[in-house]
């Protein structure tokens, strides 16, 4: 080795030493700052992204929960309106007391398969 590369390679360790003295002096600068070093605070970053993905994902169950409870007080609406027209057109052939009878079993009926229904959905 010459003269010339040993001062060269002198020079690269010194660069590379002074390089590596501000690094650890912006470490020290960040972790005061921040009171977390780099990997303390990507891991805490980390952790509030899995939170936050855990939340959208319990968010968009809760959506699709609704609108399944919506759509089944849709179909409810939409066969109570039938019962209705069906009671009217056969109310007419019944006594007061039948008809509140006949609509008492018919709302009993809904309400069991509403609970039965809402009964499947929890296993």
Known sequence: MSSEELKAAVARAEK???ELE???KQNEQFEQY????REELVSKLKQIRELVQNDMQKMQDQEA???RQKEMMQHIRTQLQEVKKELLVS???LTPQQFRDALKNYLQDIRAQIVA???QTKK
Request: aromatic content about 6%.
């Open 91 to 93: 109310g007419a052939r």
């Open 65 to 67: 929960e609704i609108k």
């Open 22 to 24: 501000t690094m650890k």
């Open 117 to 119: 229904e809402q009964q």
């Open 34 to 37: 921040y009171g977390l070093s």
């Open 16 to 18: 590379a030493e002074k």
